[in-house]
């Protein structure tokens, strides 16, 4: 409306507002440039100018005031209140000073009272004070008095405050219509950050419950449900008593099956298990991934009916009875195909016989429609229903029959045991009583009950052995990856073996060459004794041992001839000795080193060695076997490796290895 303005802590609030509605923009604009969310960056309009969110920063505090540098007339107003307002409490201060103690009440000082500033003195000296009495204290001994001298300077402070008014009337005027002209923009990117909030709060739902995205409109399947309404309150729906986490469920129904009929004994979840089907089947159609599992699917609800808890009224004089069979004449008039219904104890609150009658009635008639009904209840009658009714199946919440506590896992296709005499039991009624009831049974439920029984002992073996087999599983995964690992490990060692033997067969085959030039030498010095067939036959012995080396290596541990031994095979007399060359050792390191039964002052050579042949070879790793024992030297040798700097790492090694009796040595 032009002329109104907006009051400061509602321009506060813009404030924030428009900064958020700028950030979303830019990240919408960004997302919209990666192409990595288009439908979500689709909302993105642009929003308004920023000199806007400018002017409102220097105008308003974040808690709702002006403030002074709104306008430079304002800045001046409050100086001049501040000055108005000093001059006031100044004079009354000292007029206050100048009074008798007497004259003075206890503890007196400058203050306020109906917004004029006023001074506490006794009510004997009011005559002499004089001035206008603006309150006085609750036994009338006290009075707050504004002096004579003090009226017209607390005038020209109350004139002063009124000017600042008028002037923040004007600047908040003034935001407003700078505003105003923007009203649509405002508007559209207000929403703009309700919608992105909006998707932003899904998606954080959906990671928190951690849900999935199920496909709309296939037959009802669901796996790892867990009650949404639960998950939120951090209590768990479906849980055993001795943990905190939710056992989900799973329920799949069939094309051809309409009716899930679930039985068992109170306490034992049916009714949570009802309603999380009916939320997670709402929070889908209204958008909201539900906490559901991968692979699930839900079919689209036209309309959801519910009768669930005690309906009873006594100011409509319904009855428990009379109120379900109000809800079920309105479920029955209006449910069909596409619809989703849900009955909570269908068949109770009136007698078994007749209520059972008409809860089979009910359910036969919404199966015949293809309504998808989820009901729960006690009546044993109902339990064969699934028998004699094409589209109607049981299901139960299974119960620990040895502690009579539920374990809360959905399982279908079996009628759930009511328990209500075993649970009698345990809570001490009477063994006479329990045994009159038990004959009292029909045999028909009795019969049924030891099926049922025999059922669920048979299906707590079938888990026990499955979870057995899952064990047995994961171990003899353990193992083939121990296999695959120690597989790897061997590959790696016979292409380091065949590295290193072929850089032993290089290096034999360049000590060869400097033995034929050593020959040639000491051929050179001989010729005088010997004759050129001679050496001929010396030369030739050389060649081929150069060659019988570069085809099978090493011709002796030490990988090249001696002269000597040439002279002895063609009886070569000595030459003239040249100067000794010291032979070349080749070293051939072990992956692996025993220091078993050994002292650490026995153990220390042998592991510097080991150490010190294992990187001159460049080995990947020393195993290094220490034993057991008493521990001594496992620390000895780890205390060494940890002062090593070409030790990489260090660890024991696997219990298939040698476990605590052998440390392995990684190199850099």
């Not at 003090?150 to 908040?172: C, D, M, T």
């Not at 997670?280 to 036209?302: E, K, N, T």
Request: net charge neutral; charged share 25%; glycine share 8%.
């Amino acid at each position: 409306m032009p002329g109104s303005a907006l009051e400061a802590p509602a321009l506060a609030e813009l404030t924030i507002a428009l900064a958020a509605m700028r950030v979303v923009a830019a990240d919408l604009k960004r997302l919209g440039t990666t192409h990595h969310a288009p439908r979500t960056a689709s909302l993105r309009v642009d929003p308004p100018p920023k000199e806007l969110e400018t002017r409102l920063v220097q105008s308003i505090s974040p808690d709702g005031q002006v403030l002074d540098g709104a306008s430079r007339e304002l800045a001046r107003a409050r100086q001049r209140v501040r000055e108005a307002r000093q001059r006031v409490i100044d004079r009354l201060g000292a007029i206050l000073g100048s009074l008798d103690q007497s004259e003075r009440a206890p503890d007196a000082a400058v203050t306020i009272r109906g917004g004029r500033y006023v001074i506490p003195i006794r009510n004997t000296a009011r005559a002499r004070v004089g001035g206008i009495v603006h309150d006085e204290s609750a036994t009338r001994s006290t009075v707050f008095v504004e002096p004579p001298e003090i009226i017209e300077l607390g005038n020209e402070l109350r004139a002063a405050e009124s000017a600042e008014q008028r002037e923040v009337l004007r600047v908040l005027r003034e935001l407003t219509d700078l505003l105003r002209p923007h009203m649509p923009t405002i508007a559209a990117a207000w929403e703009m950050c309700v919608a992105f909030d909006d998707l932003c709060a899904r998606a954080r739902y959906a990671v928190e419950v951690n849900g999935f995205v199920p496909e709309i409109g296939g037959h009802l399947k669901i796996r790892g449900g867990r009650h949404p309404l639960l998950l939120g309150e951090g209590r768990s729906m479906l849980r055993p008593y001795s943990s905190d986490l939710v056992i989900p469920f799973d329920l799949e129904m069939h094309p051809d099956e309409f009716t899930v009929l679930v039985s068992g004994p109170n306490t034992g979840g049916k009714t949570v298990l009802i309603k999380a089907v009916g939320l997670l089947a709402l929070l889908a159609q209204s958008g909201v991934i539900p906490p559901i599992g991968p692979h699930s699917s839900l079919p689209v609800f036209m309309r959801v009916f519910a009768d669930i808890g005690d309906r009873q009224s006594i100011a409509a004089s319904l009855s428990t009875f009379s109120a379900h069979v109000a809800a079920l004449r309105e479920i029955l008039d209006g449910a069909g195909p596409g619809s989703l219904v849900l009955l909570d104890e269908i068949g109770s609150g009136t007698d078994p016989a007749e209520g059972g009658a008409l809860a089979a009635a009910t359910l036969k008639t919404l199966t015949r429609r293809r309504a998808i009904t989820l009901a729960t209840t006690h009546l044993g009658a109902l339990k064969q229903l699934a028998a004699e009714t094409v589209g109607i199946v049981n299901a139960s919440l299974q119960f620990d029959a040895e502690t009579l506590t539920p374990t809360y896992r959905l399982l279908k296709g079996v009628p759930g045991r009511s328990y209500g005499l075993a649970i009698a039991r345990r809570l001490g009624l009477a063994n006479d009583v329990l045994a009159e009831a038990e004959r009292a049974v029909p045999d028909a439920e009795r019969t049924l009950d030891r099926l049922l029984a025999s059922v669920e002992a048979r299906g707590r073996d079938i888990d026990a052995r499955a979870a057995e087999l899952e064990t047995q599983a994961a171990q003899l995964e353990v193992e083939r990856q121990n296999l695959a690992a120690l597989e790897e490990l061997e590959a790696q060692l016979r292409a380091r073996e065949k590295a290193l033997d072929k850089d032993a067969r290089e290096r034999a085959r360049a000590y060869l060459l400097e033995a034929r030039k050593t020959v040639e030498t000491a051929l050179a010095q001989a010729r005088a004794a010997v004759t050129e067939a001679t050496a001929r036959e010396a030369r030739r012995m050389v060649e081929e041992a150069i060659e019988k080396t570069g085809e099978e290596g090493r011709r002796t541990p030490e990988g090249w001839v001696n002269l000597e031994e040439l002279r002895r095979r063609k009886n070569i007399p000595a030459a003239k000795k040249s100067p000794e060359r010291t032979p070349v050792r080749v070293t051939v390191a072990e992956s692996e080193v025993s220091l078993r039964g050994l002292t650490v002052e026995e153990a220390e050579p042998l592991l510097a060695r080991a150490i010190d042949d294992a990187v001159l070879a460049d080995l990947p790793y020393l195993r290094i076997i220490h034993g057991k024992g008493t521990g001594v030297l496992r620390d000895f040798v780890q205390s060494v490796l940890k002062r090593d700097p070409r030790v990489k790492r260090f660890s024991l090694a696997p219990a298939n290895q040698g476990g605590h009796g052998v440390t392995v040595a990684e190199f850099a």
